[in-house]
């Protein structure tokens, strides 16, 4: 892996960390977006992630101000890829936006440039055909607060070249990340087709009235040492995502039980303004929930 010159395309919430965490590692970041306005707003999101390397990476005002003097801003696509060894994209999570996207990167990129889609749902054998490029394209998938959260998974799709995916995995490595390959198209990559399904249940069995929040976390926690059972983590995701998501799978599949849950999200939680950790209570009371006090795992 010899990659010098990286461009983030998308500087919205996953793009800026992407390029910011980046950069901190001493690589030359080109950030794209579609205008200077989206620009500006990327601009300042990325001062607001200096004070979160400090604090929780102990990084020194030097090390955060030397990696923004890294970093480049551009709205005009060919000038922010001219020199790019790997385009890094983190754009809307709608086909018809990709598609495009990768339909003008392909024609506009250096020959020796790679393509990785940060996608959370999408298969890259979805875009594989657009980029022009089938070969040089696969997923780098992160996760929200990726200087603390940092697993990066690398997914390939039938015509990745596998030199391309090794060389991505030690990209990966060196700006920090716990590489994760996957050497198959998964959807949900690993961390969701491991997460999703256990979310579910422990739902489930909530609307069912099996047992209640706690007993069913605390099932989880003391039966396989986890530090959190799942209606701890739903917290941490938001309760307003978990309504979209039950919402929409209610919609997808006629699930009565899904359409109960969201229903139970909505009534008892998000009108009650409970959205989760972020608004200090959800199915939990933060910033001491009960599931994390001495006496819990005990009975
Ligand atoms: P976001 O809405 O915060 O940001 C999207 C950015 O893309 C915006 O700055 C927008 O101006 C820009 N954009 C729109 N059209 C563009 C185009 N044609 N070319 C270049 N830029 C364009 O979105 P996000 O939450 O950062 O998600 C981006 C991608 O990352 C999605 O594919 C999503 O699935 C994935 N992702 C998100 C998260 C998360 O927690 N938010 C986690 C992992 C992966």
Redesign the pocket.
């Known amino acids: 892996m010899n990659y010098k010159n990286i461009t983030v ?7 800026s960390q992407i390029a910011y965490q980046t950069a901190f590692k001493g690589f030359q970041v080109t950030v ?3 205008n200077d306005e ?1 620009l500006e ?2 601009k300042e999101r990325i001062s607001q992630l200096k004070p979160h390397y400090q604090a929780d990476l102990g990084a020194t005002q030097e090390e955060v101000e030397a990696a923004y003097g890294r970093m480049s801003f551009s709205s005009d696509l060919s000038q922010a890829v001219a020199d790019a060894d790997l385009v890094i ?5 709608v086909v018809s ?2 598609n ?2 990768y339909a003008n990167l392909g024609k506009t990129a250096p020959e020796k440039t790679i393509f990785a ?6 298969l890259p054998s979805q875009f594989a055909e657009a980029t022009g490029r089938p070969e040089k394209f696969l997923a780098l ?4 607060e990726i200087w603390k959260n940092n697993t990066a998974e690398i997914m390939k799709h039938p015509g990745t070249d596998m030199g391309v995916f090794q060389d991505v995995v030690e990209f990966a490595k060196a700006i920090g990340m716990v590489a994760l390959p996957l050497h198959k198209e998964q959807p949900g990559y690993i961390l969701n087709s491991l997460l999703v399904p256990l979310l579910d249940a422990a739902q489930r069995l909530l609307i069912k009235e099996v047992a209640d929040v706690e007993t069913i976390d605390k099932t989880w926690m003391v039966a396989t040492g986890a530090p959190m059972g799942p209606f701890a983590i739903l917290d941490v995701v938001g309760i307003n995502t978990a309504y979209n998501i039950g919402r929409a799978k209610a919609e997808a599949t006629g699930d009565e039980e899904f359409q109960k849950i969201a229903d139970l999200l909505k009534s008892e939680y998000i009108d009650k303004g409970k959205l989760g950790r972020a608004t200090g209570e959800g199915f939990y009371k933060y910033p001491n929930p009960s599931f994390a006090q001495p006496d819990f795992l005990k009975n």
């Open positions: 395309a998308g500087s919205g919430v996953l793009g794209y977006d579609i989206a707003r990327a994209e983190a754009i809307p999570e936006i990709k495009d996207f889609t940060n996608s959370s749902t999408l998938h992160f996760a929200n």
